[in-house]
C-alpha cells in the first residue's frame, strides 16, 4: 500500500491550523478559538464570557461600529487585537461576530460603508488615549 499520499494529507493538514494569520479567509470561530477563547470562554480578568447575554447586552447595544473599534484597540484588560498584533480589522470583526452571535447578538460581517465607520472609530478613540 503505498502510504504516501495520506502522508502528505496529515502533514497538510497538521502544517495549516496555527498557520491561519497566513490566510486569506479564516472563519471568524477558528479566529475566536485561537486567539479570544482563552480569555472570553472563562471570563478571565473580567472579559465578558462567550455566551453570557446579560454581559453582552450592553455592549451590543452600544453597537457594532464603536464594540469593534473599542476592542481593536483594546480596553482596558482587554489588550489590543486580543493580543494577536497581526489581525486585520477584518479578522478581528469576524471573530467578535462569532463571539456576539452567541451572546445573543445577530451581527453581520462589516460591509465597506460600516468598516469606514470602524476605522474612524478607531483613530479617534486612538487619539482620546
Ligand atoms: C488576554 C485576555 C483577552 C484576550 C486574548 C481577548 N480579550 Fe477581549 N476582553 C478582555 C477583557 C479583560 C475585557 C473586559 C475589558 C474591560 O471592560 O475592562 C475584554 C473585552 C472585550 C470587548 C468589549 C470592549 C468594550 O468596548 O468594552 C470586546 C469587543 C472584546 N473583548 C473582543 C475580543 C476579541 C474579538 C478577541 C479575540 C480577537 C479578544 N477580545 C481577546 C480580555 C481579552
Known amino acids: 500500500m ?4 495520506t502522508l502528505y494529507l496529515i502533514f497538510a493538514l497538521a502544517f495549516s491550523m496555527p498557520a491561519f494569520a497566513q490566510e486569506k479567509n479564516p472563519s471568524g470561530a ?9 480569555c472570553h470562554s472563562a471570563g478571565v480578568a473580567n472579559a465578558p464570557k462567550t455566551g453570557d447575554q446579560n454581559a453582552w447586552k450592553k ?12 476592542g481593536y484597540v483594546g480596553v482596558r484588560a482587554m489588550p489590543p487585537r486580543g493580543g494577536k498584533e497581526s489581525l486585520s480589522i477584518e479578522q478581528f470583526a469576524e471573530a467578535l461576530n462569532y463571539m456576539v452571535n452567541k451572546s445573543g447578538g445577530h451581527w453581520l460581517s462589516p460591509d465597506k460603508a460600516m468598516l469606514v465607520e470602524i476605522n474612524k472609530e478607531i483613530a479617534n478613540r486612538k487619539k482620546t488615549q
Open 2 to 5: 503505498n502510504i504516501q499520499p
Open 30 to 38: 477558528r479566529i475566536y478559538n485561537e486567539v479570544c477563547a482563552v
Open 59 to 70: 455592549l451590543i447595544g452600544e453597537g457594532q461600529v464603536i464594540i469593534t473599534a473599542h
